[in-house]
């Protein structure tokens, strides 16, 4: 598990609007890396091209490459969906099928692969993907009840397990903590600290804490001006980002915020 | 809140209360009450005005199929509404069984799959399938479909005969039980469609990305989030359906060769709905007759009643997993 994501060039519009202009990074695998940058920058289409989930947008395209490991997932021959069972997606409101129990919802993304899993199988990958989510010990006895009578932590942890039971190579999270309150957001933060062990990790985050808390990467993005595309300012080490950046932008923005 | 010291909660001032505040609820108010008394009113009438028949009615009025009510003064009227109600809801059954499957699929092709310019276009002509009157769609059947479905006829009851719904000998015109659910089907198209449309479009957002990032194709992510989502909407639009097939008297009495009988070959001609029965009967009613279709009317009334509470109670079981 955990491979590496290579991004050069990235392009990416909304029918003739450049939304973001051309982003190159490198995304390790097993280590979690924070995109921060104000609102309206392109972090979120941005991390959505990461697993084609842009493509849900009628008029979003993109030019330029993103490799996971030696797969170009924007090869003609490549199927999204595939793409999307490997690049799993947490967002930013919880988002569990409301018609379906804890259960269903933990086990509705391995029910799309194999649709005649035993149900003792089934039942190991519910428990180890709550397991994983810090999630196993609040609802171990109410598998059967609805994901949505969950607070909403739980429901965004939920939503986690969901997303970390058919084992995907890498996790992308937009903004996962912004509509929950302080608590829960520090029990998903420590929950991506113990994922980080076994996938790659993208968060984009609008609090700069968490970015330095969670993170070992961080991306900065910025817009010259509305109207004008996003783009990667610097991306580095986020202790050197945070204490020392390169660019002006940056450390601008950081102790805009910070200070 | 309520009950703290009004002196200290902001709360609409006592003395002002707004005229339009006042006539907005009042006429509100009426209109609820209104309707009640209306549903009141109807109800009333038809077991006051049904009664007479009902008291005279030597057989019972439940189980008997014959309908002997068009008697002199001095006669005894024998009539049962058995028959009819078996014929209403099969009819009606019928149709919801033929129609609500393509409405969902229709419903399904116009929010998820065509174009927009297509989407808009099929919205706008099942829009226009609900605006033909049904003595139309009467015609329709009759003068023309009901020949075409002939082949059709013959081949379900050479292959599936087996099964009693499809047992021939076929009707030779085609006015069959057939003929008309498929007929009703039509009609009861574009109401079940536009209703899951509806509710398809509103499926948010969240769930639908959360299918397809967990690898759902287009048509998986529609079992997963849309359907189960779309449901209540669409036993609602169904249920509307099943009350426009329950309750309708032209395109039936037009196509069906009415014999009152309980049969459950669809085609073979025989069966009778009430509503077509009392449009049919109601000019030449006589004596008790009047009185005992009004009865007949009743049990339509009932019937209509009862499945419209079915569906809510479909509607309102699954809550606890619908917000
Ligand atoms: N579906 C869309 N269609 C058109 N424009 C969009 C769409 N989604 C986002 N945008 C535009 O792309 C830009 C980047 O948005 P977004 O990625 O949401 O920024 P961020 O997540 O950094 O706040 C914004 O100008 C936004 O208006
Ligand atoms: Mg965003």
Same mark, same amino acid.
């Given at each position: 598990m955990a491979k590496r994501i290579d991004v050069s060039g990235l392009n990416v519009y909304y029918g003739d609007f450049l939304a973001v202009e051309d982003v190159s990074m490198t995304i390790e695998p097993r280590a979690v890396t924070a995109f921060i940058g104000s609102s309206g920058c392109g972090k979120s289409t941005f991390l959505r091209t990461l697993n084609r989930m842009h493509e849900v947008a009628p008029n979003a395209r993109v030019d330029g490459k993103v490799m996971l490991d030696d797969l170009d997932i924007y090869a003609p021959e490549v199927d999204p969906v595939a793409v999307r069972r490997e690049i799993g997606m947490v967002f930013q409101q919880p988002n569990p099928f409301p018609t379906m129990s804890i259960y269903d919802n933990v086990i509705a993304g391995s029910k799309l692969n194999n649709q005649r899993m035993s149900k003792s199988n089934a039942d190991d990958i519910v428990e180890r993907a709550l397991r994983d989510a810090n999630l196993w010990d609040e609802v171990k006895d109410r598998l #059967?009840? @609805? /994901? !949505? /009578? *969950? !607070?909403g932590g739980q429901q965004q942890r939920l939503c986690i397990a969901r997303a970390v039971a058919v084992q995907p190579e890498v996790l992308l999270m937009d903004? @996962?903590? !912004? #509509? *929950?309150d302080p608590i829960s957001t520090l029990a998903i933060e420590d929950l991506i600290a113990s994922l980080k062990e076994n996938y790659t990790i993208c968060i984009v985050t609008h609090n700069m804490q968490q970015a330095a808390r969670v993170s070992d990467q961080t991306a900065f993005f910025n817009l010259a001006g509305t109207g004008q595309p996003g783009r990667l300012i610097e991306m580095g080490e986020t202790n050197k980002i945070f204490t020392k950046p390169d660019k002006k932008e940056t450390e601008n923005y950081i102790t805009g915020r910070f200070g | 809140m309520t009950t703290t010291d009004s002196s200290t909660t902001p709360r609409a001032p006592k003395g002002k209360r707004r005229i339009g505040d006042v006539v907005f609820g009042n006429t509100a108010r009426g209109s609820g009450i209104l309707i009640l008394a209306i549903l009141a009113g109807v109800a009333a009438f038809l077991i006051i005005q049904s009664f007479d028949a009902l008291s005279a009615n030597t057989a019972n009025f439940l189980t008997t199929t014959e309908w002997d009510a068009n008697t002199d003064a001095d006669e005894e009227p024998a009539f049962g509404v058995a028959a009819l109600a078996f014929g209403t809801v099969l009819a009606a059954a019928l149709a919801l069984v033929i129609a609500t499957p393509i409405a969902v699929g229709i419903a399904l092709f116009i929010a998820y799959y065509a174009p927009r310019r297509l989407a808009s276009l099929l919205g706008y002509i099942v829009d226009l399938l609900a605006a033909i009157p049904s003595v139309v769609y009467g015609l329709w059947g009759i003068g023309y479909l009901v020949q075409e479905l002939t082949p059709f006829y013959q081949w379900l009851s050479d292959y599936l005969g087996w099964i009693p719904l499809f #047992? /021939? @000998?076929? !009707? =030779? =015109? /085609?006015?069959t039980m057939m003929s008309a659910g498929i007929v009703l089907a039509v009609m009861i198209l574009p109401i079940i469609t536009a209703i899951s449309r509806d509710v398809f479009l509103q499926v948010p957002r969240g769930h639908r990305e959360a299918a397809l990032a967990l690898g759902a194709t287009r048509w998986e992510m529609i079992r997963m989030a849309v359907l189960p989502f779309g449901r209540p909407g669409v036993i609602g639009g169904a249920m509307l359906g099943l009350g426009r097939a329950l309750g309708e008297t032209m395109a039936v009495a037009m196509i069906l060769s009415p014999a009152l009988i309980i049969s459950p070959h669809l085609l073979q001609s025989g069966n009778q709905t009430i509503a077509a029965h009392i449009a049919l009967q109601y000019p030449e009613a006589t004596g008790h007759g009047v009185s005992a279709l009004i009865a007949a009317g009743l049990v339509l009334f009932a019937i209509t009643l009862v499945v419209n509470m079915a569906a809510r109670y479909v509607v309102a079981r699954r809550k606890e997993f619908s917000e």
């Open positions: #059967a009840k @609805p /994901g !949505s /009578g *969950l !607070s903004e @996962p903590c !912004s #509509a *929950l | #047992a /021939g @000998p076929i !009707s =030779t =015109t /085609g006015r």
